[in-house]
Nanobody, 124 residues
Framework: QLQLAESGGGLVQPGGSLRLSCAAS????????IGWFRQAPGKEREVILC????????NYLGSVKGRFTGSRENAENTVYLQMNNLKPEDTADYYC?????????????????WGQGTQVTVSS
C-alpha cells in the first residue's frame, strides 16, 4: 500500500529555515514526480513546486521563488522541501503528493496520492 509521510514542520521565527521530508512506502519515488503543496488557514490549497523524477525542481509559486527548493534522496526514498528565509505568510499545512504521469503539473487534481501534511508556523 502506497503511503506518504511528511515531517519536519514546526514553529520557526521569521527569517529561519526548515527542511520538510516526504518519505514514501509502497512506491519508489524516483519513478514518479512529487508535488509540494500548502494550505493556509481559510485559504485554498496551492501548489509550491514539483520535484521531477530526474531530481529537478520546477517552481510554480512566485512568492517562494529563490527561497524554497525541492530535492530528492533516492537512497532514502525521500523527497525534501528546503525552505529558507521563512515569512509569516508561509504559515500553512504542507503536503507532498505523487503524480503518476510523466510530467509535473500545477493542478492538484493531477496528483493521486497525498500525505497527511505537516504544520509550519512562522512567528516571532
Amino acid at each position: 500500500q502506497l503511503q506518504l509521510a511528511e515531517s519536519g514542520g514546526g514553529l520557526v521565527q521569521p527569517g529561519g529555515s526548515l527542511r520538510l521530508s516526504c518519505a514514501a512506502s509502497g512506491i519508489t519515488l524516483d519513478s514518479v514526480n512529487i508535488g509540494w503543496f500548502r494550505q493556509a488557514p481559510g485559504k485554498e490549497r496551492e501548489v509550491i513546486l514539483c520535484v521531477t523524477r530526474t531530481g529537478g525542481s520546477i517552481n510554480y509559486l512566485g512568492s517562494v521563488k529563490g527561497r524554497f527548493t525541492g530535492s530528492r534522496e533516492n537512497a532514502e526514498n525521500t523527497v525534501y522541501l528546503q525552505m529558507n528565509n521563512l515569512k509569516p505568510e508561509d504559515t500553512a499545512d504542507y503536503y507532498c503528493a505523487v503524480r503518476l504521469g510523466s510530467e509535473c503539473s500545477q493542478r492538484d487534481s493531477a496528483y493521486t496520492y497525498w500525505g497527511q501534511g505537516t504544520q509550519v508556523t512562522v512567528s516571532s
